[in-house]
Structure formats: C-alpha cells, structure tokens
C-alpha cells in the first residue's frame, strides 16, 4: 500500500501565496508521475497541475504563470507553490500520485485533501 501525506493548506488573502507539500510512502515501485488536483463546492474536480518522472510539468490555463509544482530531491515528494492567490482558487486540493507496477498497469493513490481558502 501507498499512504500520501498533504500538508500546507489554510486561508490567505488575495495576492498572497502557498505551498502545499505531498509526501508519498510505502510499497513504491516507482512513481510515473505527481499531481495536485482541486474540488470547489458544487465543482467537479479538475485537475491543476502534473509533474512527470522527466521533470515536464503542465497546468490548467487558469493557474499557468501563477503555480508552480516540483519533486523534492527525495523524489516521493511534491510540492505546489500558489502565488498570486485568487478567491476562486478556493478549494480542497488533493495530491494524486501514480504508481508503476511491474508487469501491471499503473495504480493512481489519492491524498485525503486540504484546504486552500482565499478570502480577504
């Protein structure tokens, strides 16, 4: 099993900034990639932002040029700084980390969540 440890959430104004850190642990063969992922009330969730095991990173358009996500020199570990934060980036967002199986497809884990608020 894979246990993912979120952290770094909590409540900021406008224009102010955040990072969320995602440890990965446990039975890990090796992680194909890393991503945070965000659900607003009423709001499916949407993916914001992914980094692969290369390094390539992509991001929804509306967080492009403001979040920025990395691997820590562990490499289980990820990391997503929030600049220039906006009330509708207001949501539960949740590490998603994909997990290679020798000789089985890739298994996707899920973090339990934190909350980002943006409010003034």
């Known amino acids: 099993q894979v246990q993912l440890v979120e952290s770094g959430g909590g409540l900021v104004q406008p224009g102010g900034s955040l990072r969320l850190s995602c440890a990965a642990s446990?039975?890990?063969?090796?992680?194909?990639?890393m991503g945070w992922y965000r659900q607003a009330p009423g709001k499916e969730r949407e993916l914001v932002a992914t980094?692969?095991?290369?390094?390539?990173?992509n991001y929804v358009d509306s967080v492009k040029g403001r979040f920025t996500i990395s691997r820590g020199n562990a490499k289980n570990t990820a990391y997503l700084q929030m600049n220039s934060l906006k009330p509708e980036d207001t949501a539960v967002y949740y590490c998603?980390?994909?997990?290679?199986?020798?000789?089985?497809?890739?298994?996707?884990?899920w973090g339990q969540g934190t909350q980002v608020t943006v409010s003034s």
């Open positions: 998603n980390v994909e997990i290679a199986q020798w000789g089985r497809p890739p298994i996707g884990y």
């Open positions: 446990g039975s890990i063969f090796r992680i194909n990639a």
């Open positions: 980094i692969i095991s290369g390094g390539m990173a």
